[in-house]
């Protein structure tokens, strides 16, 4: 066999033992995935090494090439790769430099990988190549939100290019999950493109070969967090630390997540831990004239739909269109990553709830024994269960936008309905 193809055949086998991995091993033997690859990374650079000089002259830009994607096989950056890489881009092979552009990118050398990324795109379109473009255009810097946002939509359109050469490739399913995901919460929050981000992942899970990335999972949790399908969040990033038990972010960010849902569920079980004395005073302090015309029917703050005030105890679960509820806060837990800002009530009847704002505006917050209404919430029932970890059950409201007001310690108005800053509505800056 001839010497390049020998290389041929070995960096072939190696992508294939990494990709397939799962294939061939349990779960349970995921710890020891990284140093297998790297023994077959060491294996096929020791054989690339043996029969370098029987490659011919002609070959020697692909055995660069061969020898830079071995060394590139790793998810750690390779100086030893970068370098190889860097020949071969010197016979302008597009693969060599979509290679080089991965290995930049490892890097943190965002602009290099760019330049990289372009010029494999000027010789060539293949679905890898566009695939790095968006998640490229994704995580490159931007000195203003219409910057951040025109890369955002890029990164959209780069996903879309690469799905177009193989509609049937897990991978960039994933990957056009992950740019309507970025597109949802940077550019606008438009539930169209959460369907479409919701629908692209479960292509991707349908894929033997993407089913496998942990990343599928570590995003898959983003949406379910934002739906507050908090059991699905917490067993998808569990399963993304499985899968890669060496990404910390994973188990980090499950503690994180588990933390504040246990609290949250304390919190709402002890009406947040106020004492029996400041509790009766806050639910003295709720009277059903705070909503002015709203308890007789009036116009609603869009001036059609009549309202009701509506205890907590009686609100039907799911979408509460016609209602409106008032209570007091009694706490306020916001997670480390401040998504979603949760506040508990309680209402005049001693019921309470959690509260959760999506958007919530950087200048805006609330204090215990606020006056906060609600209007058409959606109420939702919790019972999250995860492995080796206690059920937690509690109720929660979630503000549909743009319907919540906040009035601090006073009654709530007509006027004030009329003319109050709908907090949950503003952007994130």
């Known amino acids: 066999m001839a010497a390049l193809d020998q290389i041929r055949e070995r960096v072939e086998s190696l992508y294939k033992f990494r990709d397939e991995y799962f294939k061939m091993h349990d779960i349970s033997e995921?710890?020891?995935?990284?140093?297998?690859?790297?023994?077959?990374?060491?294996?096929?650079?020791k054989l690339i090494e043996s029969v370098r000089d029987q490659v011919p002259a002609e070959g020697r830009g692909e055995m660069y090439l061969l020898q830079g994607r071995a060394l590139n096989a790793s998810s750690e950056h390779s100086a030893a790769a970068e370098e190889a890489l860097g020949r071969a881009t010197r016979f302008n092979l597009p693969d060599a430099w979509n290679e080089l552009g991965e290995c930049q990118y490892k890097?943190?050398?965002?602009?290099?990988?760019?330049?990289?990324?372009?010029?494999?795109?000027?010789?060539?379109?293949?679905?890898?190549y566009f695939r790095n473009m968006s998640m490229l255009m994704r995580s490159l810097p931007w000195k203003s939100p219409k910057e951040r946002e025109e890369n955002v939509s890029k990164g959209l359109e780069y996903a879309r290019k690469a799905l177009q050469q193989d509609m049937g490739d897990g991978h960039s399913w994933l990957v056009l999950g992950n740019a309507y995901l970025a597109a949802f919460f940077t550019v606008e929050?438009?539930?169209?493109?959460?369907?479409?981000?919701?629908?692209?992942?479960?292509k991707a899970t349908n894929d033997p070969l993407a089913v496998v990335l942990p990343e599928l999972h570590f995003s898959k949790f983003h949406v379910q967090w934002y739906e507050e399908d908090y059991t699905g969040a917490l067993k998808s990033l569990?399963?993304?630390?499985?899968?890669?038990?060496?990404?910390?972010?994973?188990?980090?960010?499950?503690?994180?997540?588990?933390?504040?849902?246990?609290?949250?569920?304390?919190?709402?079980?002890?009406?947040?831990?106020?004492n029996q004395r400041r509790l009766n005073a806050l639910m003295a302090d709720i009277q059903p004239n705070q909503l002015g015309?709203?308890?007789?029917?009036?116009?609603?703050?869009?001036?059609?739909?009549?309202?009701?005030?509506?205890?907590?105890?009686?609100?039907?679960?799911?979408?509460?269109?016609?209602?409106?509820?008032?209570?007091?806060?009694?706490?306020?837990?916001?997670?480390?990553?401040?998504?979603?800002?949760?506040?508990?009530?309680?209402?005049?009847?001693?019921?309470?709830?959690?509260?959760?704002?999506?958007?919530?505006a950087s200048w805006c917050g609330v204090k215990i024994g606020d006056s906060v209404a609600v209007l058409a919430p959606v109420l939702k029932s919790h019972s999250i269960s995860v492995p080796g970890h206690e059920t937690l059950s509690f109720r929660s409201l979630r503000v549909a936008v743009p319907l919540m007001l906040v009035v601090n310690k006073r009654p709530i108005t007509a006027s004030q309905i009329a003319t109050s800053q709908i907090v949950s509505q503003q952007k994130p800056e």
């Not at 929050?189 to 479960?202: D, G, I, R, T």
């Not at 038990?245 to 106020?274: I, Y």
């Open 238 to 274: 569990l399963r993304a630390y499985e899968l890669e038990p060496t990404w910390e972010e994973c188990k980090s960010k499950f503690d994180e997540c588990h933390r504040f849902l246990q609290k949250l569920a304390v919190m709402v079980r002890n009406k947040g831990q106020l």
């Open 293 to 360: 015309p709203y308890e007789k029917g009036g116009s609603s703050l869009t001036g059609s739909a009549k309202l009701d005030l509506t205890p907590l105890a009686l609100l039907a679960e799911g979408s509460n269109q016609d209602k409106v509820v008032l209570g007091k806060v009694v706490c306020t837990v916001i997670p480390e990553s401040g998504i979603p800002f949760s506040m508990c009530l309680v209402d005049r009847d001693g019921s309470c709830i959690a509260v959760t704002v999506y958007n919530w």
């Open 107 to 128: 890097k943190g050398d965002f602009s290099s990988a760019l330049t990289c990324f372009e010029k494999a795109l000027r010789l060539a379109e293949k679905k890898v």
């Open 189 to 202: 929050a438009k539930m169209e493109s959460l369907k479409h981000c919701k629908a692209a992942y479960s």
């Open 30 to 45: 995921a710890a020891q995935k990284a140093e297998r690859v790297q023994k077959e990374i060491d294996e096929t650079v």
